[in-house]
């Protein structure tokens, strides 16, 4: 092999590599994000066909003979075989996409796959389609049998049918973004086939060309080959996509940089590395292992340094929007959020004033106060919040105390309230040290500047919580929104299936959603973050409350408990009552197991079985409410 003819090999081997990962790249991304769609998983067929044939094509590039060769050989007419049925399938699947249907592609489609299979079964088999076979290094391949003229002539009728069928369906586009769309398909639509067509020409002329001009032949239509597959990939990713443009394309782009781009460098290096045993005085191994670690962690590096160009390429119209909700997103408090700030504050709290146990609770819920976070003895915790009296803060106003802590049993308390000192947020306890608050100035004052962050803190995330309670009260219209926006339309084609939405009680864990939203009933990310804020029952109910749905969803749960309640006077251990009393007491109340299994004289594991029970009557009552839309909610059922 001579200099030029190596280098070709070389180049033809990289980028081969590069149109492996790149084809299984975007097929994984396809089957990740478009499975759902008709066009999605027919390119997925095709990309699935090529990663067959350039998988055994780099094999090829590191076998030493022909008896190594032949099995990478058959292996790769996997994919050969089924790609023209591959192209009658995505052809067809695009007509569809714009409502023309026919019988006789669908059949041909079908008929297509079980030649493919015949002549997979020929290749592999027998000599009649291919034989023998040659070895040159980049240019290894089979010769033609006597039935390969057949297989050329299937292979260009079903390309050329798939190319004017895809014309059809860009003639029928009538939005200027469709038409657009498809041209990209239309243009890059033959990347497979080029992808292929080297291999046949091999096969039939192998003897009649030369080697620079066969290696050469196969460098061009590689570059051609992964300049389509992407554009292929480009406009496949926006069918039937539901997400905005820009989210897509963003997704796309960092994808295939953080992906293929990546692997495809490490490649290089493993291919362009000279195959020496030592190298500058290392283990070839050694330097091969350092430079595959750099380009990785480097690799991350140019990514993130890429992103503000990438995010200004993709969002250029609407770069101010996307700031400010990354903003936004990395501002807002989780509850997880709120939780760890408030330890930290109460974790500060009990370690300068020297004792083991504090916490902090929120006032606002009807049951009483509900904790927050806390550290030291849980069970002292629940007595002093039992037993807490709120008229303590009264009676220490009317005495004019003044002191930063009310004393109150076992504890000292503060009172946690707004900026303008007229709402209460919450309830401060510290384990008392001694029978009256004797805080020195320092304690006084660092104690002071602690309280007034944890105030920040629950009045920042008051005020985030209206904010998530007018974006969940507008989610359904914003999926609504987007789903509109996103269906292509095309001619004739029916628009029935965007205004059907899913409903959570068709989803088979409906059950599990109604015990997790009722174990958080008084409040909780499982109540506020809850799948059952999508039923129209709850969003017919948020006008009643404002547009809090937290409260809209309690409520409507509470009629799904009162819908289980018997008639007549209650009584704690009758079994008509049971499953009543258990809700009840479990989820309004707040009770614990070991108490209500007391109450109702029951076992705590019978209790557990009866309590299953429970919850999937009140999701049948929520199911029977969402499909008969109750949606008359009295203002008098408002949950303060």
């Known amino acids: 092999m001579t200099g030029i003819q190596h280098i070709l090999a070389l180049t033809n081997q990289i980028l081969a590599s590069f149109t492996l990962i790149l084809a299984f790249s975007l097929l994984v991304f396809t089957i990740t994000h478009n499975r759902h769609s008709s066009i999605g998983r027919a390119f997925s067929v095709l990309l699935a066909c090529m990663s067959f044939t350039y998988a055994g094509d780099v094999a090829l590039f590191q076998v030493t003979s022909l008896a190594d060769a032949a099995p990478w050989l058959k292996f790769q007419w996997i994919g050969i075989a089924f790609i023209p049925a591959a192209y009658l399938h995505f052809s067809d699947a695009l007509l569809r996409n714009t409502n023309a249907f026919s019988k006789v592609r669908r059949a041909a489609v079908m008929g297509g796959y079980a030649l493919g299979a015949i002549f997979l079964y020929l290749a592999v088999f027998s000599n009649l389609l291919v034989l023998n076979g040659f070895y040159l290094p980049g240019i290894t391949q089979f010769q033609a049998g006597p039935l390969f003229w057949l ?24 939005t200027s973004a469709t038409r657009r769309r498809m041209t990209y398909l239309t243009l890059a639509f033959a990347a497979p086939a080029f992808g292929v067509f080297p291999y046949m020409l091999v096969a039939s002329q192998a003897s009649l060309i030369p080697s620079t001009i066969l290696l050469t032949v196969l460098l061009l239509v590689n570059i051609g080959i992964d300049v389509m597959i992407m554009l292929m990939g480009y406009s496949v990713s926006f069918f039937d996509a539901f997400a905005p443009d820009r989210v897509v394309r963003y997704k796309l782009v960092t994808y295939l940089l953080r992906g293929p781009l990546v692997a495809t460098l490490v490649i290089v290096v493993i291919t362009a590395l000279p195959d020496r045993a030592v190298i500058l005085g ?97 069970e002292v915790i629940e007595v002093a919040l039992n037993n807490f009296e709120a008229t303590i803060f009264a009676q220490a106003e009317n005495n004019h105390n003044g002191t930063l802590f009310v004393p109150f049993g076992k504890f000292w308390y503060v009172p946690l309230k707004t900026q303008d000192q007229e709402t209460y947020l919450g309830l401060l306890g510290i384990e008392a040290r001694s029978d009256t608050p004797d ?57 029935d299936n965007l205004l059907i939405e899913n409903s959570p009680v068709d989803e088979p864990d409906f059950p599990k959603m109604v015990h997790e939203a009722l174990t958080h009933y008084w409040g909780g990310p499982k109540l506020t973050n809850s799948p059952l804020m999508e039923l129209q ?104």
């Open 151 to 174: 297989f050329t002539i299937y292979f260009f009728a079903a390309v050329i049918w798939g190319v004017v069928n895809t014309q059809m369906a860009r003639d029928r586009c009538l």
């Open 282 to 378: 290392l283990p070839r191994q050694a330097i091969l292992n350092t430079l595959v670690v750099a380009i990785i962690v480097l690799a991350q590096i140019a990514a993130n340094t890429l992103k503000p160009i990438i995010s200004q390429m993709v969002y250029h119209r609407e770069r101010d929007e996307v700031e400010l909700l990354r903003y936004i997103d990395a501002r807002l408090l989780t509850t997880t959020d709120l939780q760890q700030a408030l330890e930290n504050i109460l974790t500060t709290i009990c370690e300068l004033l020297r004792v083991r146990t504090g916490f902090v609770a929120n006032v606002a819920a009807r049951s009483g106060p509900r904790l927050e976070t806390s550290v030291g003895s849980s």
């Open 439 to 495: 805080l020195n100035d320092y304690e006084a004052r660092t104690v002071q500047i602690l309280i007034e962050q944890a105030e920040f803190v629950l009045q920042d995330r008051r005020l985030q919580q209206n904010v998530f309670n007018a974006l969940r009260g507008i989610v359904p219209e914003m999926e609504r929104a987007q789903r509109l926006r996103s269906a292509v339309r095309y001619m004739g084609s029916p628009v």
């Open 537 to 640: 029952v709850v969003q017919k109910a948020v006008a009643v409350y404002d547009g809090d749905t937290v409260k809209a969803l309690r409520s409507v749960l509470e009629r799904a408990i009162e819908n289980v309640r018997p008639d007549g006077e209650r009584r704690m251990t009758a079994s008509e009552w049971m499953l009543y009393n258990i809700l009840e007491l479990k989820f309004i109340q707040g009770l614990r197991v070991r108490d209500i299994a007391n109450r109702l004289a029951r076992s705590e594991a019978d209790l557990y079985r009866k309590q299953k029970i429970a919850v999937k009557a009140v999701a049948r009552s929520l199911s029977a409410m969402e499909r008969n839309d109750q949606s008359d909610t009295p203002e008098s059922e408002a949950v303060d």
